[in-house]
């Protein structure tokens, strides 16, 4: 992994100046989603001393360019303790322009992070010059604060200059640059910050380091961990940049790093100097440029491994690899992901690691690993959710379009979706007060490292599912779908056979821990087509006989429930939803059948009770109550279409 992020940084490294990687780019918009062209804007921001004013005008707007960060030095945010040194930055860093100049927001600081910063760490640069130019500069920080400040907030927002502006939302500020002007100090004209030559120096010592340090001298050679190879000019792996992949390598030796020598992590992560360019360039360009996806809700960075000696082209490898990891967790139609699912990468062979990770664009927190995912098994992983989706599509026990169709909120329509870890993820049910366990991520980890699942768990969250759907639960499980009162027959639905179709996707990659049972097809064709669709159903999923028994009594269920419709108490409350072991299924099937001879529909359930009676096995029952729920459910929710209901009561009355 290391040796792929030190191409990818080499690559990146290619044509920038030394200052790239420390200088913070603006995310910049060409279009909007509806294919809308998007302005992008430059902020020159003058901070005046001869008029003793700060400068904010519509009129000095300019078309953003890349070279508007490389000339004022608009440079990322250091470690979470450092003090603000920056002139300019990025529109939402307004705030930490302020805090340069001026002392934190609310407070009654008598000077700005940028002088104490020099202070402390070169204070041979703080001259009388720029020790005055600063202390100057405060006399403007209450009018800086009212130019600036949100109103409602009372705190200091680009959004209330964009509203003063009155810009459009296809019109943004996306980059900002403090100028001074001030006739005393000979500025006559604005100019940059950047361009006070012991500031700019300043700058040049906090990010490079003391180069008068640097003359040629014998120096001891050590081995570079990144690269495998011994080197003169390693030192310990820079960590101060806050949102970046580096990060992964902690030295907080209480929580993180509790097998190491916190004494010695400048030996435990060394790298050459150039080696940390590359590193910090492969960072920023995986972190900003779009490698990052979401896996059960929560980011993940897509982080590559290529063969030692590949000459791949890593921009279009790069590119397929995001592709294919979109079509797998997100949110995709069944004809996109059809079209996209077959995207070959040249034969590459490749590995990715999917690296989750907090953050708020200020600071980075690995949290969870999902390793060495191969280009083999990602294909195989496609093209089993593809299969799935199109089988599923052309059987005649359920209509795979309605279970899998979503309200899109873009186009404003229920449109269907294909089969993936996205859609499998609303339907693995995850308590808002347990989210440190995502059993999601959990599911999904196993299944990406190509390891076996146990049904059991999958049964379990099944049940976990359905109690949320019947108790309406949905505020404590934020990531599933909510379903009204009337439709809690569609919820069964919808989840039993998205349930059934992933189970089945389990089997095709053989990472299913499950005993797999043989249906024989039944001889001659069968007249009744609800017949066709039950024996086409069992001899798919490979029902056992337990499990039939369980469909047959889910059946009877659905009948009996038909029959009391638009009662207030029905059947279905008697059903045990945390499971049912074999007396609460005996129990069940005597009130099913008093409900039927109460309301004179005997000869409306006498075939499924006949059915579940020839597989129900009391002396030698095997199913565990989780799993005879699921199969309940199944039989429940049975049907070959809209009227299934009447069609089932006439075949019943035959």
Not at 393 to 409: L, P
Not at 595 to 611: L, P, R, S, W
């Amino acid at each position: 992994m290391l040796d792929t992020l030190l191409k990818i940084g080499e690559w990146q490294s290619q044509g920038k100046s030394e200052w790239d990687r420390f200088l913070e780019f603006p995310k910049v918009e060409r279009k909007d989603k509806n294919g809308n062209p998007v302005q992008n804007f430059t902020l020159p921001i003058i901070l005046d001393l001869d008029t003793r004013d700060v400068i904010i005008d519509q009129e000095n707007l300019r078309e953003y360019n890349e070279k508007d960060v490389r000339m004022a030095l608009g440079n990322k945010m250091k470690g979470s303790n450092s003090k603000a040194i920056c002139s300019s930055g990025i529109s939402k860093r307004l705030g930490r322009i302020f805090q340069s100049f001026f002392g934190k927001d609310g407070s009654m600081a008598d000077s700005g992070n940028l002088i104490e910063a020099i202070e402390n760490e070169k204070p041979s640069l703080l001259d009388d010059h720029l020790k005055r130019l600063l202390t100057e500069l405060l006399l403007l920080k209450e009018v800086f604060i009212e130019r600036t400040t949100d109103p409602d907030k009372k705190t200091i927002n680009i959004k209330t200059i964009n509203e003063r502006f009155g810009l459009s939302r296809n019109e943004k500020i996306v980059f900002l640059e403090t100028y001074i002007k001030s006739v005393d100090f000979g500025y006559h004209e604005p100019i940059l910050f950047s361009e006070i030559s012991n500031y700019r120096t300043f700058l040049e010592y906090s990010y490079f380091g003391d180069r008068e340090d640097e003359k040629p001298k014998k120096a001891k050679q050590k081995l570079c961990y990144a690269s495998g190879k011994i080197n003169e000019d390693v030192k310990e792996l820079n960590l101060t940049t806050r949102y970046s992949l580096n990060k992964m390598f902690v030295t907080e030796t209480k929580n993180y790093a509790s097998g190491f020598d916190k004494k010695k992590f400048s030996i435990n992560y060394q790298v050459s100097v150039e080696n940390q360019k590359k590193l910090d360039y492969a960072s920023s360009y995986l972190l900003n440029q779009g490698y990052k996806i979401r896996i059960a809700n929560l980011d993940h960075v897509i982080v590559p491994q290529f063969m030692q000696n590949s000459k791949v082209d890593l921009e279009m490898a790069l590119e397929g690899m995001h592709k294919k990891s979109d079509l797998l967790f997100n949110i995709n139609s069944l004809d996109e992901f059809a079209k996209n699912v077959n995207l070959e990468l040249d034969d590459e062979v490749f590995w990715i690691n999917f690296i989750a990770f907090e953050s708020d664009g200020n600071f980075f927190k690995s949290t969870e690993i999902i390793k060495d995912v191969s280009s083999f098994h990602i294909s195989k992983l496609l093209k089993a959710f593809n299969d799935v989706n199109w089988e599923f599509r052309e059987t005649s026990f359920v209509d795979w379009d309605k279970v899998m169709t979503e309200y899109d909120y873009d186009s404003k329509e229920r449109v269907p979706r294909n089969l993936n870890f996205n859609s499998v993820f609303k339907v693995i049910p995850l308590r808002k007060d347990k989210e440190k366990k995502n059993k999601a991520l959990e599911l999904f980890k196993t299944i990406l490292e190509n390891r076996k699942v146990n049904i059991e768990i999958l049964y379990d969250y099944f049940v976990e599912l359905i109690l949320c759907h019947y108790y309406r639960r949905y505020g404590s499980y934020t990531n599933v779908q909510q379903s009204s009162n009337d439709y809690f027959d569609f919820a069964v639905r919808d989840s039993v056979f998205k349930y059934h179709a992933f189970i089945q996707f389990l089997k095709k990659l053989n990472l299913i821990d499950m005993e797999d049972s043989q249906t024989n097809p039944i001889q001659g064709k069968l007249e009744n087509k609800y017949d066709q669709a039950i024996q086409e159903f069992f001899t798919k999923m490979s029902l056992n006989t337990d499990q039939k028994a369980m469909f047959y009594l889910g059946r009877m269920l659905n009948t009996v429930e038909y029959i009391q419709k638009g009662k207030t108490k029905t059947v279905i409350q008697k059903v045990n939803f945390n499971g049912m072991d074999k007396e609460n299924i005996q129990r069940l099937r005597i009130s099913l059948i008093e409900k039927a001879k109460q309301y004179n529909a005997m000869g409306k359930v006498i075939f499924t009770d006949n059915e579940f009676g020839k597989h129900f096995n009391f002396n030698a029952w095997n199913l565990n109550p989780q799993e005879a729920v699921f199969f309940l459910l199944t039989g429940y929710s049975f049907g070959v279409g809209a009227q299934d209901a009447e069609e089932i009561t006439e075949k019943g009355t035959l």
